[in-house]
């Protein structure tokens, strides 16, 4: 009678280790390079938002005020009642100091009347670089 020897199974080699941890860092640096993108762009997003935000609270504040306040006023009129300028006839608080912040830190800057926006006002962020007039700002034009 003749005994069957069994081979147990062996384990991986270090070769077909590294062959898979190389694949692995290797997908992460790519999803990790193509992220950065969908960070920027949600950055993008969330300013070009606050600027439709502020937009239609400066609506409200003409409707209950019957002017716009002036640019020396600027957004900080949304939060509290302008000491000094024109004065709304009926003032009510309409949106908390911190909706005045851009994703990168700055506050949002206001201009009436507008540069861009002769008419009304403008809105903008100084975007990433935190300077005015650079590719990267983001307004209301």
């Known amino acids: 009678m003749k005994i069957q020897s069994r081979k147990c199974p062996r384990g991986f080699t270090l070769m077909e280790m590294l062959l898979v941890l190389g694949i692995i860092a290797l997908l992460v640096g790519m999803g990790t390079?193509?992220?950065?993108n969908v960070l920027g762009d949600a950055e993008e997003?969330?300013?070009k938002g606050d600027i439709q935000t502020?937009?239609?609270t400066l609506i409200r504040y003409k409707t209950?005020?019957?002017l716009y306040p002036t640019t020396a006023q600027g957004l900080k009129s949304l939060v509290s009642r302008p000491v000094d300028g024109p004065q709304p006839r009926s003032y009510k608080s309409l949106i908390r100091e911190q909706a005045l912040m851009d994703p990168w830190g700055n506050q949002y800057q206001y201009r009436y009347p507008g540069k861009f926006n002769p008419d009304t006002y403008d809105i903008f962020s100084f975007g990433p670089d935190g300077k005015e007039g650079t590719e990267d700002d983001i307004g209301n034009w």
């Open 33 to 36: 390079y193509l992220m950065v």
């Open 45 to 47: 997003g969330k300013v």
């Open 54 to 56: 502020l937009h239609a």
């Open 64 to 66: 209950k005020g019957g």
